[in-house]
């Protein structure tokens, strides 16, 4: 059985999926965590109770289906759950950056429910993505995005990743219809708000996605992108160690450009007067750490066209998920600020230069 929600998550439950590996658990207690971050799932920190004499961490995290049946229903057709449960199962392991421990990774065949337990990263510093990273933290990221990219350049180990569906994927491609139903809601309510030429864009782009994202798709090179590097999904230090930036979240990775993830955090998670200052440094510094890691055949002209690009897409997706529900208040708030971050970095970067190129 896999809880539908984590007030379902019992101490019998846990002990029988843990097994051997922690003490006996005699009771649990369920703490809703994350307000306005866990937009497509349920996020918990759950208070264990271990039997005398018996120890064990005194919490973990739990990650279940959204309370929202819309953002199940999108989550099961993206695959997005079972898409971190193969993340925390095959490669949470091997790659080369700080994760959460799992305990507990399983979902449903049609892909919901699902259900992870996590080790959780404590006392740490979280980025507030409303507020917006500061320049140390960007940086930290930057890094820490070369060191996930470099390993899975363009090769083997990349194309071994079978359950790693690439940008381009028939499910995504459906993203299109779900812009074409919102538009109408979305001129209205979010046009007065954009740049006239973006939104311009964006209605042309519609009809056109499939053939845009197949034509990205062929882009080179291709690697593990996380896809979802934002602000809400970064926790640094604590117990992780001091100065280590954990990466959460791996429920949107895609096989896709490792320029997408540069794109995404800095064009939604830094505030827009701060990506434009750092902007030109944190693609020298991506393209500087990539070569620590032994990559050295990526032009920097290459990147920045990589990068424009990206940011284009990202705009554009912003209409097709603009009717998740946000949960809450903070949640409206930061769908909000990044769909606004996102259509100011395209629009200011010249973005629209991707409807040519196809």
């Known amino acids: ?10 101490a019998d439950w846990l002990n029988e999926q843990l097994g051997d590996g922690v003490g006996a658990i005699t009771g649990v207690r369920c703490e809703h965590i994350g307000e306005g971050v866990g937009v497509l799932g349920e996020v918990a ?28 229903g999108l989550s099961q057709m993206m695959g997005f759950y079972r898409r971190e449960v193969n993340f925390y199962n095959e490669l949470a392991s091997s ?6 421990k799992p305990y507990v990774a399983q979902v449903a065949p049609d892909g919901a429910p699902f259900v992870l337990i ?17 320049s140390d933290d960007a940086q930290a990221l930057i890094q820490t995005l070369a060191a996930l990219h470099a390993p899975y350049w363009h090769n083997d180990a990349l194309f071994a990743l079978d359950w790693l569906p690439p940008m381009n994927n028939d499910l995504y491609k459906a993203a299109s219809g779900l812009a074409e139903a919102n538009w109408p809601q979305f001129k209205v309510e979010r046009g007065p708000q954009l740049p006239a030429e973006m939104m311009t864009a964006c209605e042309a782009l519609t009809p056109r996605y499939g053939d845009m994202v197949d034509w990205m798709a062929e882009l080179e090179p291709m690697t593990v992108a996380h896809t979802d590097p934002r602000g809400d ?15 959460l979240d791996y429920q949107l990775m895609t096989r896709h450009l490792g320029a997408w993830d540069v794109a995404y955090f800095l064009g939604q998670s830094c505030r827009a007067e701060d990506r434009r200052a750092w902007q030109d440094s944190m693609l020298d510094l991506y ?19 990589h990068y424009r690009y990206c ?7 912003q209409i097709a998920v603009a009717n998740l529900d946000p949960g809450n208040e903070r949640g409206r708030q930061l769908l909000t600020t990044m ?5 100011d970095a395209a629009h200011e970067n010249d973005g629209i230069e991707l409807l040519e190129k196809f």
């Open 95 to 100: 790659v080369n950056l700080r994760v959460p």
């Open 118 to 134: 996590i080790e959780e990263i404590t006392d740490a510093r979280p980025i507030d993505q409303l507020e917006g990273a500061n």
């Open 1 to 10: 059985m896999i809880p539908a929600q984590a007030t379902d998550i019992t």
């Open 311 to 317: 940011l284009m897409h990202q705009a554009w997706a």
């Open 45 to 72: 920190r759950l208070h264990l109770d271990y039997a005398t004499g018996e120890t064990g961490p005194p919490t973990m995290v739990a990650k279940c289906q959204s309370l929202y049946p819309d953002n199940i």
């Open 233 to 247: 999904n970064i926790l640094i230090g604590g117990s992780a160690g001091d100065g280590t930036l954990v990466l």
């Open 339 to 343: 769909l606004t971050r996102a259509f």
């Open 287 to 305: 393209l500087e750490a990539l070569a620590g890691h032994g990559v050295t055949d990526y032009a920097r002209e290459d990147l920045v066209r």
